[in-house]
Structure formats: structure tokens, C-alpha cells
């Protein structure tokens, strides 16, 4: 009895140093009503923490959850902890093994029923642990591992909203990971404990950052946490109470870090975007959390990145306002958060000396800023907001000042240094040309064209423009690279450069390039470097399940897959309501899939398709064959008759006119030579040919550099190739369907996922509806989930830039070829496509496909002229490029005689028929390239096959 009277005065001592007497004695101090996520690294017991926090709170309500716990056991312990929290208790949520998965889902609970959240976290250095986690082997090394899960390692010094716990060294690190070993040699063959020993080892070093240039890295939480207490060198469990307990005294002051990225509800969704899914209540998401389907997330992101909420700042002519803003949290994300602008925010208290001394100062921020922004297109809004009366941004300290910089409104940049006017602007300038999420160059935005009327808008003008036989022949380009620099920035320098960002493009993204001339650009697009740090990023941070589950990793996974359906919908000029999406595994697998499906008739059908498409389009005639329809390859004159007398056509050719359903297809963008197509040829070949034809869109060669509005044009058919356009993902393609022709297809096979019900014995299965009907097994979800990187990307640069970018680049290049001769006045190149029509800029893509001729009038063989551009280390592709009828019409090559030949043809080809090659050079340009890139390419051209 005594010495449990000494150790209760002890204690109480200890209490009131820490809270004052009132904290200790009287119950109506003590923080109810709150929730406490409470985590620890593994091997480390939350049993006692949590009794002497109980001893201390006696309204203290005990909840846990465990990774091998059920959904519905999971759900009714977060239900349960709020639920007792509203209540007027302590909720305690205990996360065992480490896991954090429930951390975002309690916080949104808490937020909803308007209940204090504070996240904490029993933390233990590394080089503790070996004594925190018995004398198990396996325990010892699956703590030091779940050590990499919970924890990562950033650069010193570098901002971030977690908490910074320790600085980590290599050696550290190591010498951690020998002394597990040993002590797991102890009582395990020494075989076994090495094999340990190395897979930790392997793993620690990835997932904590250390690389061959980093040998220190400072240790953060991979999610946020109010309070940590390192219970490694505070071993009273008391003390760790009183730390937890002074911790939910100031909670309800301020939000918790997990609540600082803001959480639109179904309210918000349902009033601004009027969505439907947001109406009500979905029963599949897991733990009742009421949070955006992914389209609303993605409607709500783009706002806050584009700026395009209509309750946004009305525009501004000037860079800075002329007077400080101030914000409350009523309109904290109508001032900050959907600004398209940058904000600059101080968050002050009225009783702050150091806030009353700057306040003067602060009104002179606007001009000081202004000054530094004149002539520029980047606008800064400077506001304030009272940190004592609003909570919105969770200041722990007055004066803070937060940027809040576009593209980048959830995660602001802090300013720590001397509360100076200068220091504070200066601070902001360099800022703005930070971040990785939004790189420098994306943040100038090249201005969009204005939509232009069409002279192809009119079908007999179109039909006239495919008719023509009009060429203009190209002057020779000047001998010095001086006179040809200045050529092509008269001729075709406006259209050129990204509004003068290219160089920083090239040098910050595409640092790869500087050994090599990348011209296979209609091959396979290139990533960012940017853009792969940020896929990286999201994969270390996030955990995805398969999409047919409701765990929360899958539901996690399904609202990517939405988001991405919407973006790439949107990037496209539509929507969900006019178009589905279905993934694929690439164009081919989209093009597949509307032959196997679409409804032909044997007799009442047809199948039309431009000679010039890949053979994916021409694969399709074998289902039409199969199924009894007409079929036609129809060339320019031909479909030039076509849309000025359909029904003439089949009569002259004494075939009926087609009455069942039929299918009209094209590609967007040639890929043997680059011609292209106008999209409002969908409209006009339903127009002459009636309601009962179907358009199919070939966009996977058009996509990458030129805008594809299917809003305005509305093909029934589109297939896309993602790596075509950015590089990454690859093995993922798109099937995008208008929303009204999904049902009238015939679908026969169903697999996992695309169905809602279907039996064994006996012959029944319900297809799920569209998209998702025509999704057979598990998507590649997490290349899904990536793909809104390098839609961004895009996005930001505008694809009337790329295309003027890319079309000046090859049109250059073009006239270079073209006009070089030989001595004796022949031709050195043979050009391919419409590149020297009249109408060339809306007629021809960025693409010169051509071939070598001798002084002679014959041709260079292909592995020749392949052989010496690839010494050059110029990156091309040589071949018929998987498009047979534009090959051989432009090489003047009978196909029956092709037909004959045993040995085929393909994309490295060398053969010759009636002496002219099966195939030619392409070389095609990409938004990455640059005139130096254009200017080695003619310059090696002339200097190697001019005779």
C-alpha cells in the first residue's frame, strides 16, 4: 500500500508539472468527446500506453482493428469509436501491426459528425528495435521491415507537411541490420539468419531512399500524425499519457494534419456538378465513408489545377491584387483553394505582437509583389485569415505564411525565415518556380487558339481538297546553319516552340535525349522524367487491390479507374453520359473488339475503310467476311464519291445499297506517311450515307499531336493507345463508345468482372452494363491509375501547341528532303503524304516518310539507309509501318503482285518488287523535338546520300 501511495504522488506531481492542477483534478478540463488514432511501430505494445492513458481519462473507450479483421468488423470499430466520441468519451483507436489503412477513413468519419480527431503515433528510432521486438528472428525482422513500410527517407532540408523523426544514416542503418543478424544467429542457423539479413537490408535501402548519391536521409512518417512520441528514450508509460493527453487538450483549438486536405462532400458533388452517383449513398463503399465517386474527384481536382469553378475570383488584368484579401473559413476554398491564381496567405492572431508589428508591412506586399511580376502572366493573390476565430489552415504558430501555389492547392509551401517584406516576396518568386507535381515549364500556359471555322466543315470542299493533284514544289534550303535557322524562324517560327519553352522542356524532362535524335515519335510516345517520379510517388504511397473486391484497397482502386474514365473522357471534349469507356490492352485490342462485336449481317451489311489504315482496322474485314458483308477499300477519289453520292456508288458498282447495320472506318492520322483525315468525316459520311452506318475513328496516331474533339464530331467508334501519346503506360489502349451504340453490340464471352451474375449447371449470365460489360478480367489497374500524369502533362501544353510544334518541325524537314538533288538535277529523296498540297497544314501530320534514290533514279535499300542513320545514332522506324495500303499506293506496287510473294512483307523489310521497295523511312516528330533535332537530320541526309 505504501508504495502504491508513493508511485499515485509521483504520478500526480508529474501531472500537475505538465497540466497544470486543474488538469489532474477536475473532470470537466479533461478533453471529451474526441478521437484518438493511436499507431505504433511494430514490436512496440500499446497495451500499457493505453491503460495509463486510462487511468488518467476514466470516460476512455478502447476500439481496435486488425489487418486480418473483416470489412464489416473494421467498419463497426471506426462507427463504434465516433459514435462513443459524440457521446462525450475518449475514443481510442488502436491500429495493430502497424497498419495505417484506416487513418483516412476514420478522419473523414470524424469530419462528418463533427468530432476531434488527433492522429498519434508511438515511435521507436530504428536502432531501438532489435530490443523492442523479442528474441524471435521473425519478429525482428518483420518489425525492422514493417519499419520501410510505415516510414520513408527524404533529402535534409526539405519541406514537408509530415513529421520529421530522425536523422538516418547508411552506417546507422547497416550496423542496425548486422546486430539483428547476430542476435538472430543465436537461435537460428546462421544459413537463415544471413537470407534475413539480406532481404531487409535490400528492402531498408530502397524504401528508405538510399541511393549511390545518398548516404543520409532524414526519416518521415508516410502519413501524417499530430503528435509522436518516442517512446524508445520515454520509457514511462505516464509520461507518454501526459504527452498523448496534453496533445487532445489542444485538439479541439486546431485540425488535425489528416484533415488539412480538404474533403468535398456527396452535397457539394450533388449541388455544383449535379452528379447522380453523388445523390445518394453508394452501399459498396466500405465503413459508410461518404466521400466523391472518382468522376466528382476529378471534376473537383481539375477545378482546383485548372481554376475552373465558377465561383472562382473574377479575372484580373493585373499580376497582384491591389489589396489583401481577407478570407474566413466560410470562403476559404472559393478565395484559396479554387483560385486559378497563385495565393499567398498569412495566418495571424489579433493578440500576436509580432503579428501587430508586421501588419503595415503586410498591406506593402501586394505592390512589393507586383513590381517583381510585371510583365508576366502569373497572378498572386495576397490574403490573411485570423488563425484564432477560423481553423482552416491549421497554423501552429502566428505569424505563418503559406503559398498556396496553382496546381498545387493541397499541398502549400511554408515560409520559414525572417518576417521581412523583401525576404517574403523574394521567397515567393523563387517558389513559383518549384515543385515537382507542377514542373516550371507547365506553368506557363501556352494560350489555345481560337476555334477556327473549317473550310472541311463543307463536304463538297472536302470532297474537292481529296480530289486535288495540286503539289508545290519547296525551294532548297540555305548551305549555312546560320541562314537556315533564320529560314525557318520566318517561315515557321509563330507555330514553333511552346511559347518559348521547349529548351526547358527538353533539358528538365528529356535529359535522356542528349546522345541521340528520337524520331519515331508515331511508334511510341516518351514519358517525362517528372512524370515517372510522380508515378513512383504515388505506387510507394499508396496500396491498390483488385478492383473486384470491396476491401478499401480495392475501393481505392475502383475510384482511380473512374477518375482516369473521366479525365480521359474530358481530355477528349466528352463525357459519361455521351461516351463509355472501355480499357483494352492497346489500339489493336479496341479495334479487335468492335469486329468480334459489332452486329454484320449477311447481305444488308458493309464494311468501307480507307485504303490507307493500319492493318488492326484491316483485320476487321475477316469478322464482316465471316459474317456475309460487302466489303470495299476505297482510296481519295473514291471516297470522294462516296460522300457526294453514296447510294451511286454501290448502284455503279451493281451492289444494293447497304440496309442493316454497317461500318464506316478511318484513321485520324495515316501512319505510314502522316496524311491525315478531318474528323468532321464522321458526320459527313452519316449524312450521305445514312443512320444505319456507324463510324469508326482510328485515333492512335492522331491522338499524340493534334486536338480530337469528339464532343463536336461524335464517332461511334474511337480507339486510343495511351504510350502513343506519353510514353507510359504501355500495354494499355481505349475503346471509347458512344453511349447509345454499347447495347446494340454482340457481346458473346464473359469473364471475371464483366458480368453481375451467371451459373454452372445451368446456362445463365447477366452482363454488368457498359463499360464495364466489355472489361473481360482484372484491369491493369495500376497502369490505369498513372495515366492522369501524362494526361496532365498534355493538358498543360495544349495540344493546338503540339500540333503547331510538331507540324512546323516536319514541314521543315519536309522541304529540306524534298528539294535536295544529285548532281545530275535528280531527286535524293522521295516524299510521301500530303505534305505539299495547298491545304497541307490540315491535311498532313508530323510525319516525313520517304526513301533514298541513287544518282540513277533507283532506290537505296532500306537496311542501307537504316544501317547509317543508326550509326548517327538517329532512332527511326524503316518498313510498310503495318500500313499496306498506303505503302503500296504511294510506291506504286501492285498488291496482287505482293500477294504473290511467299516471303511476305513487314516492318523491317528488304524486299524489292519490279524494283521498288516494300516499304520507306519515317521519321516522325514528337512535341519533345526541337529544330536542332530537324536541322542534323537534313544536314546528315545531304552530307551522307547526296551524289
Known sequence: IFFRLLLFMFSFLQCVSRLGPEGCTAKSSLPFGQVLFLNSVPGVSKENHVAALARLHPSLVRFRALSTDSVDASRNAIMGAVHHATQGALSVFEAHDGWSIYLTDISHKATKRGVPLTAALLYVPLHLIPEYSGHSPTELFNALTQFGVMFKGIKIGTETRANKLEVLSRKQLLRTLEKARHMSSRVM?????????????????????????????????????????????????????????????????????????????????????????????????????????????????????EGTNALSLEESNDAVAAEVVEVTDKDFEQVVLQSPHHVLLEVYAPWCPHCIKLAPEVTKLPQSLGQKLTGRSTKVIVAKMDGTANKATGAAAYPTFKLFKAGEKLRPVVFNDDFEIDRISEWVMDSLGAGISLPPWMRTKPQESPAEVSEFDDVQKYAAALRSTKRAQPAPLPDKPSLRREYFQNTYGAKYGHDGQIEHIRD????????????????????????????????????????????????????????????????????????????????????????????????????????????????????????????????????????SDAKGFFARRNRPFPSGPSLFAFPGEDNFHGAKYPLQLAKHFKAAAGDNWKVLLDAAA???????????????????????????????????????????????????????????????????????????????????????????????????SIKNHTWALARYLADGLQALKHSNGQPVIEVYGKHFLPKAEDMQGPVVSFNVLNKDGTYVKLCNVLSQLSDASFQLRTGEMCNPGSCFASLGIDEADVAAKSSGNGCGTNDFINGKPVGAVRASVGYFNTFEDMDKMYSFMKSTFVQ
Open 189 to 305: 542457423l546462421r544459413d537463415d539468419a544471413q537470407a534475413m539479413h539480406g532481404m531487409a537490408k535490400n528492402f531498408l535501402l530502397s524504401a528508405l531512399g538510399f541511393t549511390e548519391d545518398v548516404d543520409v536521409v532524414q526519416v518521415v512518417p508516410r502519413v501524417p500524425y499530430d503528435v509522436i512520441v518516442d517512446v524508445g528514450h520515454q520509457k514511462n508509460m505516464v509520461t507518454v499519457a501526459q504527452n498523448l493527453l496534453m496533445s487532445l487538450k489542444s485538439a479541439a483549438d486546431r485540425p488535425s494534419v489528416v484533415q488539412l486536405t480538404p474533403v468535398a462532400t456527396r452535397e457539394w458533388a450533388r449541388g455544383l456538378l449535379h452528379c447522380p452517383s453523388c445523390h445518394t449513398h453508394h452501399s459498396s463503399h466500405p465503413y459508410g465513408v461518404m466521400e466523391l465517386c472518382g468522376q466528382c474527384l476529378d471534376r473537383r481536382e481539375e477545378m482546383l489545377l
Open 508 to 643: 528538365k524532362e528529356f535529359s535522356r535525349l542528349q546522345n541521340m535524335t528520337y524520331l519515331d515519335s508515331t511508334g511510341s510516345g516518351l514519358y517525362q522524367e517528372s512524370q515517372i517520379h510522380e508515378v513512383a510517388e504515388m505506387l510507394k504511397q499508396d496500396v491498390f487491390g483488385n478492383t473486384h473486391s470491396l476491401c478499401q484497397c480495392s475501393k481505392l482502386t475502383q475510384r482511380e479507374v473512374d477518375r482516369a474514365r473521366a479525365k480521359v473522357l474530358r481530355f477528349f471534349k466528352t463525357d459519361t453520359d455521351d461516351y463509355h469507356l472501355v480499357f483494352t490492352g492497346n489500339a489493336s485490342g479496341a479495334l479487335k473488339a468492335v469486329g468480334e462485336y459489332f452486329p454484320f449481317q449477311k447481305d444488308t451489311s458493309a464494311f468501307i475503310f480507307t485504303r490507307g489504315n493500319h492493318n488492326s482496322v484491316l483485320g476487321i474485314r475477316e469478322y464482316a467476311h465471316d459474317k456475309g458483308a460487302h466489303i470495299y477499300s476505297v482510296d481519295d477519289d473514291e471516297l470522294a464519291e462516296l460522300l
Open 702 to 800: 492522331l491522338a499524340p499531336n493534334s486536338p480530337v474533339d469528339l464532343g463536336t464530331h461524335r464517332p461511334d467508334f474511337v480507339a486510343l493507345s495511351f504510350y502513343k501519346m506519353f510514353g507510359y503506360p504501355t500495354g494499355l489502349g481505349a475503346l471509347v463508345l458512344k453511349a447509345d451504340v454499347g447495347d446494340k453490340l454482340n457481346k458473346v464471352y464473359f469473364g471475371g468482372g464483366n458480368v453481375a451474375a451467371s451459373t454452372s449447371k445451368v446456362k445463365f449470365h447477366a452482363f454488368k452494363s457498359a463499360p464495364e460489360k466489355f472489361e473481360d478480367g482484372t484491369l491493369s489497374f495500376l497502369s490505369i491509375a498513372s495515366l492522369r500524369f501524362g494526361l496532365e502533362r498534355m493538358q498543360r501544353m495544349t495540344m493546338p
